[in-house]
């Protein structure tokens, strides 16, 4: 079946250092979404990737999506402590979302 | 604001019992969604349901099942409940195609 896997699993940046996360799957995707799960709290969608080669930015974060729409990535410039948190990628099958295995992120101040 | 509500933030079942999780959105979502998250494995897909009374098996469907009756509410059943379905239990919704609205979740316990 379709997976999703992301590395690395963990990482730990000083403030100020940048941070990605990468996301690849063993199928084509539709298209990919990006959640951030804060620590004791639930997923919350960030952005959604459709087109191959797209990219995206939000503030500091930049999403990019592969050519091939199998790979994907986020990019954060200068984290601060609020970015902490867990990160995944979704891609999308026909009704249904498969996450990857998410990146934890931990800023040391 | 979508809201997606679970009953209960933390449960504590025994081996054997039978087990009742249950997801309400207001926002007139078709599609629901159950699942599971422990460390290092991320979330994982129980099963889902686009449409009333219509369901769909997941990644990981055994020793679960679900009800969708009614169009805001999905259910999620432990059949016997056992130590290894000790998790954090999400739900969450959307439109078709669109972003999931999850719940705040239900950490679940079964001693």
């Known amino acids: 079946g379709q997976q999703v896997m992301q590395i690395p699993q963990y990482q730990h940046v000083q403030e100020g250092e940048d941070f990605t996360t990468y996301c690849n799957s063993s199928t084509t995707l539709s298209n990919i979404q990006w959640y951030k799960q804060r620590p004791g709290g639930h997923p919350v969608f960030l952005i959604q990737?459709?087109?191959?080669?797209e990219v995206k930015k939000q503030k500091r974060l930049t999403f990019q999506f592969g050519e091939a729409k199998k790979n994907s990535s986020l990019h954060i410039t200068a984290t601060q402590t609020t970015d902490v948190g867990t990160y995944f990628c979704?891609?999308?099958?026909?009704?249904?979302?498969?996450f990857g295995t998410g990146t934890r992120l931990k800023v040391l101040a | 604001d979508v809201k997606v509500t679970q009953s209960s933030r933390y449960l504590v079942k025994r081996t054997g019992e039978k087990v009742f999780l249950e997801c309400v959105q207001d926002?007139?979502?078709?599609?629901m969604f159950w699942y599971r998250q422990d460390p290092g494995l991320g979330l994982r897909l129980i099963y889902f349901s686009y449409d009333v009374k219509m369901k769909e098996k997941g990644d990981i469907p055994e020793g679960y099942s679900v009800s969708r009756e009614k169009k805001e509410r999905f259910s999620l059943i432990l059949e016997s409940a056992s130590t290894n379905q000790t998790s954090m239990y999400l739900c969450a919704s959307s439109f078709s195609g669109e972003k999931l609205f999850f719940g705040s979740g239900t950490q679940l316990s079964v001693l």
């Open positions: 979704a891609g999308r099958g026909t009704y249904k979302y498969i």
């Open positions: 926002m007139d979502h078709e599609n």
């Open positions: 990737l459709v087109k191959s080669g």
